[in-house]
């Protein structure tokens, strides 16, 4: 074993060489919002700590102070990672009827928002709620929603007035009975989607069928 090995090991062991990781930006970034995200899933916002953060990142607070000033900062950028990613996936296909996606569409909020439900609860109920970043988030989201299923059902004018009305209201609709699911565990998640098929086919009218859409599992 050469002398300089041994001087590199003696280093290791007092300390003394920085083994931190290097990763670019980009990737810095996204493993911040990671250990975010599992923090905020698993303990209440009050109890996260952006020291903690840093700890489990293997840097220090400065570092992660740089891409997020503040706690609040770190949430709203894990609420809209996970908002695009659910965007991402709740898309309209032109070769699938329209009532099949809406059933799918329900399904894949349902599966956000038990994946999310810690955050999700924070950002509407919690500490969060009402804040203008999260809300905008929120109504962001809701609005990109809407917009493709009213281009999904090729309504125009009048029609397509009525249904945009319609479906902002829904959207807020499904929103607050998932969060109250979440929270209350009080109904089932057949339950919670039957009543959300309900209220959107009674809030339409005839301006979408719904009644081919497939029973709930």
């Known amino acids: 074993m050469t002398l300089e090995v041994l001087l590199y090991i003696c280093q290791l062991v007092s300390g003394d060489v920085n083994t931190r ?3 670019t930006p980009e990737a810095r970034r996204d493993q911040l919002l990671d250990i975010g995200a599992e923090a905020f899933a698993t303990h209440p916002y009050e109890e996260v700590a952006m020291a903690d953060i840093a700890a489990r990142a293997g840097v220090s607070r400065g570092l992660v102070y740089r891409y997020f000033p503040t706690k ?9 990672r996970a908002s695009d990613r659910l965007l991402a996936i709740a ?4 070769d699938v009827p329209l009532a099949d996606q809406v059933v799918a569409g329900l399904d ?3 599966d956000f928002f038990v994946a999310n439900a810690r955050t999700v609860i924070e950002a509407n109920r919690g500490a969060l ?13 809701l609005v990109a929603l809407r917009q493709r299923l009213l281009d999904a059902a ?4 009048r029609d397509r007035a009525v249904a945009s009305t319609a479906l902002h209201g829904w959207l807020a609709f499904v929103r607050v009975v998932c969060v109250d699911w979440l929270a209350e565990n009080k109904l089932s998640r057949r339950q919670v989607r039957d009543m959300c098929l309900r209220t959107l086919v009674s809030a339409l009218g005839t301006n979408i069928d719904l009644s081919g859409s497939p029973p709930a599992p």
Do not use: K
């Open 129 to 141: 709620a009402g804040d203008p970043v999260i809300q905008n988030i929120i109504d962001t989201e």
């Open 108 to 110: 894949a909020h349902f």
């Open 154 to 157: 090729s309504l125009r004018g």
């Open 21 to 23: 990781r290097r990763l």
């Open 91 to 94: 898309t309209i296909r032109p």
């Open 72 to 80: 609040r900062d770190l949430f709203a950028s894990i609420y809209q």
